[in-house]
């Protein structure tokens, strides 16, 4: 035998890459297929379920195409609602009844096919966020289906539906404009109170980025805060009323004590502060009692408290009562506004250890400064009603009523 190295074959070896070749998107075949499973079950979902779970059908790649047939019964135009060519059936969520009981199966439905396959959520999100921004294609009786349908979804906890999937499409100008938001998101309203209460509402919208946006559903014309009340009144949502007008009380109250508590800072005139209040208070309607615990609130926000240092806590304290004297006393113009203010001097002596001590000295200064009344003192001293610390500041406010009874009596 030959130790010779047998001959190799020459050259440069050529690699060639492999090329993944996917089968083309075949949307109509897919809705056919699941139409017929429709069709086969006369329409029954609880059949039509089971039947779709068992199917090999590719829903990864057509779960919009899915969704449309659920939704309309058939394929639709790309960018459109109008159906698109191929087989229909008739069990769809636009073709039942525009109630509660009809739509509310579809619903049930939905949240077994989302079980078995949750990777669908996203695409139930993407065709419900198409067709909410092409409400104007739909008839009246579809977008109230449509709406009743969404409420539904989020009343009965549809798994992984972000909110703001539905309420952001909605805010296109035109859908606006011609009140078709404003019709929608009234049924929705409606709907979603019935199984939820509304503070569940309340969280929904702050989820969906909506809670201090809810005059944007409105058209221009009608959007105050007298066309919002007017509106949802006539449609029987008073509490989402009620809410909204307490909101926009909280944020006029907010409002003024940002204002109040730059020109205390800056240490503006007194007169310059009490217009500014009066303004505010003409301009928001506000309560006397508001603001008059809000005046307290602002003067003693800008005490500057010295750590653990008593005395300088009281001097800094009974300075700042001083000072703004004539402004309490300036809103302070009845019997029941000085109690308010003895009653907020009492919670805050309460609440803030380092005031816990300082109650009488502050009743002390307000009287001295004409702000409360001798009677108002008494009265809280006799017959007050908040518990809070009351014991203690009743006990430690003795000596200064005591005096008030015999310099009385002297009279």
């Given at each position: 035998?030959?130790s ?10 050529i ?52 969704f ?123 709907e ?10 309340i969280a ?49 109250l ?36 508001e ?25 800094s ?22 109690l ?19 109650f009488p ?46 310099a009385?009596?002297?009279?």
């Amino acid at each position: 035998m030959s130790s010779k190295e047998r001959p190799t074959l020459g050259g440069t070896r050529i690699k060639t890459l492999k090329r993944n070749i996917a089968a083309p998107l075949d949307p109509a075949t897919f809705a056919d297929a699941v139409v017929q499973i429709y069709v086969d079950n006369a329409g029954d979902l609880e059949l039509v379920a089971k039947a779709i779970e068992s199917s090999d059908l590719n829903f990864s790649r057509y779960g919009d195409t899915f969704f449309e047939v659920v939704f309309t019964g058939g394929r639709t135009q790309p960018g459109t609602t109008k159906p698109d060519e191929g087989d229909r059936h008739h069990s769809s969520i636009l073709d039942c009844e525009p109630k509660r009981e009809a739509i509310l199966p579809f619903v049930l439905y939905i949240q077994k096919i989302l079980r078995r396959r949750p990777f669908l959520i996203k695409n139930l999100e993407n065709v419900m966020r198409r067709f909410l921004q092409s409400l104007e294609l739909f008839e009246e009786n579809e977008r109230k289906r449509l709406a009743i349908f969404t409420a539904l979804t989020f009343s009965q906890k549809l798994s992984g539906l972000p909110p703001e999937t539905v309420f952001q499409p909605l805010l296109k100008d035109n859908l606006v404009a011609k009140g078709l938001v404003l019709s929608f998101i009234t049924d929705f309203f409606k709907e979603y109170l019935v199984d939820s209460s509304l503070d569940d509402l309340i969280a929904l919208l702050k989820r969906g980025k909506m809670e201090d946006n809810l005059l944007e559903f409105f058209p221009t014309a009608k959007r105050s805060p007298e066309g919002f009340a007017e509106h949802f009144r006539k449609e029987g949502l008073i509490a989402l009323v009620e809410y909204n007008e307490k909101k926009i009380f909280e944020v006029k109250l907010k409002e003024m004590k940002s204002a109040l508590t730059s020109q205390i800072a800056e240490e503006a005139d007194i007169s310059e502060v009490i217009e500014t209040v009066k303004q505010r208070v003409r301009d928001a309607k506000l309560p006397d009692i508001e603001v008059v615990r809000i005046l307290w609130d602002v003067i003693m926000d800008a005490v500057q408290w010295s750590g653990k240092n008593q005395q300088q806590n009281a001097n800094s304290a009974l300075r700042q009562v001083k000072t703004w004297a004539t402004l309490l006393n300036t809103f302070c113009t009845t019997g029941k506004l000085e109690l308010e203010l003895i009653y907020k001097v009492q919670i805050q002596c309460y609440e803030d250890a380092k005031l816990m001590k300082l109650f009488p000295e502050i009743v002390r200064s307000l009287y001295d400064q004409d702000v409360l009344a001798e009677d108002t003192i008494l009265l809280w001293f006799r017959k007050g009603t908040n518990p809070k610390g009351r014991q203690t500041f009743v006990k430690a406010l003795e000596p200064f009523v005591k005096w008030l009874e015999e310099a009385e009596e002297e009279e």
